[in-house]
């Protein structure tokens, strides 16, 4: 018997660390591991189970991703989550250096002195 992978995308494995937040009231961030992408989505590996439906959030390298679960099952120790990609934003240090020239142009408005980038554009992913 052959098993055919029906994915429209081919998926690529790896094993890399991150941190997500799953969006709510209140946000929260977990750790996890990313077991495999494709152009579409991803799949987690968490400690814990994650809500069908759920908005999260995470970085990579140079990258914001964002997307929602649509699915979540028990594997072995874990629990392997299923993501959608919805939007990617990337080249985000290129973006914060564009904004920062941009504050510090003397057209710009120079009461209010120089203004910082976006929390998101600035922060970097700690593992």
């Known amino acids: 018997m052959v098993i055919m992978n029906e994915r429209r995308?081919?998926?690529?494995?790896?094993?890399?660390?991150?941190w997500i937040t799953l969006f709510g009231e209140p946000d929260i961030r977990l750790p996890a591991r990313i077991k495999n992408v494709s152009a579409?989505?991803?799949g987690l590996e968490l400690?814990?189970?994650?809500?069908?439906?759920?908005?999260?959030?995470?970085?990579?390298?140079?990258?914001?991703?964002?997307?929602?679960?649509?699915?979540c099952r028990e594997d072995e120790?874990?629990?392997y989550v299923g993501v959608e990609l919805e939007q990617a934003l990337?080249?985000?240090?290129?973006?914060a250096k564009a904004l920062s020239a941009f504050?510090?142009?003397?057209?710009?408005?120079?009461?209010?002195g120089p203004q910082q980038a976006h929390p998101v554009i600035e922060r970097r992913h700690q593992y």
């Open 9 to 18: 995308e081919p998926r690529f494995e790896t094993n890399q660390p991150i």
């Open 40 to 42: 579409r989505g991803i």
């Open 47 to 71: 400690q814990g189970p994650v809500a069908i439906g759920t908005a999260l959030k995470f970085e990579v390298d140079d990258a914001l991703l964002l997307g929602e679960v649509i699915y």
């Open 77 to 79: 120790a874990a629990f």
């Open 90 to 95: 990337c080249g985000l240090g290129q973006l």
């Open 103 to 112: 504050s510090d142009s003397p057209s710009g408005d120079s009461q209010s």
